[in-house]
């Protein structure tokens, strides 16, 4: 069933359908990986939304797209569905580069209701009427943007239909006021009785309408009376529920009712986060971003014996926390994802998830740090890049001493551009006095967070490090970590006729192209150690550098700066990712796409060699001019 015959079907034709897409959603996550439990409840919420709005004719915006596998399908992508976040494949987000009916790209939350408002008012100039509706998830609620847009709704004289997919969950369970009144809303048994009243009597009644009409004013009375003043009603938004996310019959009903309202309408929808799959529905946190399993157990296919560095740097911080009293975690609706679920168990008082906001977490931090705490801001580094200005005025400028954990640097894989961490290195050099540092390993995460910790580095510290695993056991990693300077790069190899310098877990890709090369570990991004880069320039005339981001504003760019601002003519070959968004597929198929994995440099770096100073020789690892 496609988005064509959705119109005529029935509401027990739409039920057994709903099943179909289940089933195939949780078939190729199980396989490829995704957003399985928050897919998996909004499927009644699509099927009703496109059977009332037609996305071919309306413009329906999905925020942040954890939630559009459902709206994959039902336009025209069922067959294509078994390559999602693979390479070559359809994203596992919207993307208008896909499809004209991706409305508007998006991964990261909150940006819906604005590029609605702004769809809205660019339709209504180019005299195109149509309906503007916003799927929006009570997490992305949270989110500064949203508010802010939320507040132009009525001065902008919007008609904007706003669905609020209500799961009380945004990938872990939501904080806030805001989630707590939901909650209260979900739950107020005194309303759900009036509304379950009214609801039978207008499907009783043959007034139908009518009946609405006259009890409009005594619901409202009531809703207000039980819950107190209505966040969307002061906004001057009418506000409809909660209704019952699985029921497509009221669903429907609903949206056919509210398709030609003139103003701004906020439906709010309480769905399950996971349905319809036992697995995902007792373990939503675990399935909101699955790796591959066993769609039959739910257990997932992973590495036995394998660590994360995600979960070696919470466990890090957790025991440099104990010993240190000043020490304080900070994220962004991600205690599972950035490893501090165990920090905020056992030292709840210095743990804090402010939820979707960035820039408030970094200013928090901020104003931490303004009293003499340690604070560590643990964000995924794609997200990082929405709390610039307050990185750069609230703590830099301050000269405040915060250290930023920017998790999932590099490429992340299947999530693509949207998440791909290839911009913290351009970000942060361009801060006055920042320091940025790069572990090649799990035991070098380890070192260098207690080393930064326990030697009191100051200032604005950022430690950059991969989504990836490495065998080991963290109980070895901390018994064998040890203090060592982290400003200071490390030789790890000599070699003839060129240097490599590689940052952070890039070193591991350089080793393993087997090059007759002197290989350094460039621990430390910013400041550059100076005594280490002269030395490697006195004795080799070429110079290879290679990072895990962006070139444009990169560490190999700093190194051409020194160079010339030393008077040191080198040649110097910089490899990293192009002025080009990466797409979504494997990690390591994308190292390998973008000629970063061993055989790639391995070749990048010979042609260099030919290019600077002649042929080169059959034998691995030997130059001749």
Not at 67 to 84: P, V
Not at 320 to 346: H, N, V, Y
Not at 588 to 593: D, Q
Not at 603 to 622: A, M, N, P
Request: charged share 25%; hydrophobic share 40%; proline share 3%.
């Amino acid at each position: 069933m496609t988005i064509d015959q959705l119109k005529d079907a029935k509401i027990e034709d739409l039920e057994r359908f709903a099943h179909l897409i289940r089933k195939r959603i949780i078939e190729v996550v199980s396989r490829n990986g995704g957003h399985l439990a928050s897919n998996l409840g909004v499927v009644e919420l699509t099927l009703a939304l496109y059977k009332v709005f037609d996305p071919r004719q309306d413009v329906i915006v999905w925020d942040t797209s954890h939630q559009c596998y459902a709206h994959k399908l039902l336009t025209y992508r069922w067959n294509e569905f078994s390559t999602l976040r693979k390479l070559g494949g359809i994203s596992g987000f919207n993307s208008i580069k896909e499809s004209p009916l991706d409305r508007f790209g998006a991964g990261h939350a909150g940006t819906a209701v604005a590029a609605g408002l702004g769809m809205e008012k660019g339709l209504n100039l180019l005299g195109q009427k149509k309906n503007v509706v916003v799927v929006l998830g009570d997490g992305a609620l949270t989110n500064g943007e949203t508010l802010e847009s939320l507040n132009q709704l009525k001065s902008l004289n919007s008609k904007l239909k706003i669905v609020l997919n209500d799961n009380g969950m945004s990938i872990s369970q939501n904080v806030g006021a805001l989630s707590e009144a939901f909650a209260r809303l979900r739950t107020n048994q005194a309303y759900l009785t009036f509304k379950n009243l009214v609801k039978k009597a207008l499907s009783v009644s043959s007034m139908g309408k009518n009946l609405e009409e006259e009890l409009k004013r005594l619901r409202e009375s009531l809703k207000q009376f039980i819950q107190g003043v209505d966040f969307f009603e002061a906004l001057g938004l009418k506000h409809i529920g909660p209704v019952d996310g699985h029921d497509l019959k009221l669903l429907v009903e609903i949206f056919e009712r509210i398709r030609d309202y003139d103003y701004p309408v906020v439906v709010h929808v309480v769905t399950q986060k996971g349905r319809g799959y036992k697995p995902a529905e007792q373990n939503c946190v675990f399935f909101h971003s699955s790796p591959k399993f066993d769609p039959d157990s739910g257990e997932p296919v992973a590495k036995e014996g394998w660590l994360s560095y995600s979960e070696v740097f919470g466990e890090t911080l957790l025991r440099l926390a104990q010993k240190d009293e000043k020490l304080f975690a900070i994220t962004a609706a991600m205690p599972d994802g950035t490893g501090l679920r165990k920090f905020s168990e056992a030292l709840p008082d210095r743990f804090v998830d402010l939820g979707i906001t960035e820039q408030s977490c970094v200013t928090f931090a901020a104003g931490l740090a303004s009293v003499g705490m340690r604070p560590v801001v643990a964000i995924y580094s794609t997200f990082l890049q929405r709390a610039y200005d307050q990185i750069v005025h609230d703590v830099a400028l301050q000269n405040l001493n915060v250290i930023f954990a920017v998790d999932r640097a590099g490429l992340v894989g299947e999530d693509g551009p949207t998440h791909h961490g290839v911009f913290d290195i351009a970000l942060f050099r361009t801060v006055p006095n920042s320091k940025i540092f790069a572990p090649r390993s799990l035991q070098d995460l380890v070192d260098v967070l207690r080393s930064v910790v326990e030697t009191n580095v100051k200032g604005t510290v950022a430690i950059r490090y991969p989504k990836q695993m490495e065998p080991g056991s963290f109980e070895e990693l901390w018994n064998q970590s040890k203090l060592i300077d982290p400003f200071r790069w490390e030789i790890i190899k000599e070699g003839k006729d060129v240097a490599v310098l590689a940052v952070g877990a890039m070193v591991q890709n350089v080793l393993g192209a087997n090059l007759n090369a002197t290989v350094v570990h460039v621990r430390c991004v910013k400041p550059l150690d100076e005594e280490t880069l002269l030395r490697i320039a006195e004795t080799h005339e070429l110079i290879v550098t290679v990072e895990e981001g962006v070139i444009s504003g990169g560490f190999g760019e700093s190194v051409l700066n020194f160079l010339n601002d030393k008077g040191l003519v080198r040649r110097v070959l910089l490899i990293g990712i192009e002025d080009e968004f990466v797409p979504h597929g494997g990690r390591e198929e994308l190292l390998k796409h973008r000629k970063l994995d061993p055989e790639g440099i391995r070749d990048r770096v010979v042609s260099f060699l030919r290019r600077e100073v002649g042929t080169y020789g059959g034998q691995v690892g030997i130059w001749r001019s």
